[in-house]
């Protein structure tokens, strides 16, 4: 019994000095852990205030894909603050700050170590036309201020014409105009623009107002078209027939060209 006892009592013994030394381990590796997180979060933010790794003015930041817009004027559209430390900036905040600009259409910003900076790569949204609203008839009163004039890109996208020409006062504005009430032409613009723009006879302008009777402005004259449909290709096709025109009938002498019909297009004369 003396014997049993006394095994009992040495493994008891092993046992508790074996639970010591894994308590020790674990605390030593604790600390451990707790040095090693401390120095990694003490060495990034010291990699992060490095002098070398910081954007201290605009023109380390590389534009590339733009035609529209200088890479100055794009520079001035970013949320930056100078200086910036470089691991602190945020690529996706800066391009979704950029696409929600109505000119910009997609955006990737990508950061560069060495040298310190960004290259933030654009897509424009190229305007196409000037897209002039309804000015409301002469005896009506209306206090309410007339929507703003604004562009479109060949997608229908509406873009402020005043913060064009703010970002890019040399801009060359689009020959074709649409007029009238956005709400009733936006929904056909794509089709609509992309058959007007491969007619072989120019359209200058495009008169929605009356959404029964589009009228085009054309080096021909005027057009009537009738309500906006599957055939107006049809008609544009007939106009480009009607090509020699002017040299049969005085441009002034016409009122203007009936397409309604495209089968059976007429010229309706002055009086």
């Known amino acids: 019994m003396a014997n049993i006892a006394s ?26 852990r707790s040095l090693l997180v401390g120095g990694m979060a003490s060495g990034l933010v010291w990699a992060i205030t ?27 559209l ?30 990737k910003v990508v950061r560069q170590l060495m040298p310190p900076g960004l290259t933030i790569q654009v897509k424009e949204r190229q305007p196409v036309a000037i897209a002039q609203p309804s000015k409301p008839p002469q005896n009506v ?8 004039r604004g ?25 074709l105009k649409v007029i009238g009430s ?4 936006l929904s056909h613009w794509r089709v609509l623009y992309q058959e ?8 200058l302008e495009i008169d929605w107002q009356d959404p029964a009777n589009l009228i085009l ?28 025109l002017s040299t049969q009938i005085k441009p002034s002498q016409i009122a203007y060209i009936d397409l309604k019909n495209p089968d059976l297009p007429a010229i309706q004369l002055k009086n």
Request: charged share 20%; net charge negative; hydrophobic share 35%.
């Open 7 to 32: 095994v009992s009592q040495s493994q008891l013994t092993n046992r508790r000095k074996q639970l010591q030394r894994e308590r020790q381990i674990r605390l030593f590796q604790t600390i451990w």
């Open 50 to 76: 490095l002098p070398d790794w910081v954007i201290g003015q605009p023109e380390q930041i590389v534009i590339e894909g733009n035609e529209l817009l200088s890479s100055q004027a794009i520079r001035s």
């Open 78 to 107: 970013l949320p930056l603050s100078y200086p910036e430390y470089l691991l602190q900036v945020e690529p996706q905040v800066i391009a979704n700050s950029l696409e929600s600009q109505a000119l910009i259409a997609e955006a």
């Open 141 to 148: 009163k209306n206090e309410t201020p007339l929507p703003e």
């Open 151 to 175: 562009l479109l890109d060949a997608q229908g996208n509406w873009m402020p014409e005043s913060s064009l020409l703010s970002l890019a006062p040399d801009f060359q504005l689009p020959t």
């Open 182 to 185: 956005s709400q009733q032409y």
């Open 196 to 203: 007007v723009s491969q007619s072989t006879i120019e359209v």
């Open 217 to 244: 402005k054309t080096e021909l004259g005027h057009v009537h078209c009738g309500y906006y449909s599957s055939r107006f290709v049809d008609q544009l096709a007939a106009l480009s027939r009607m090509q020699e």
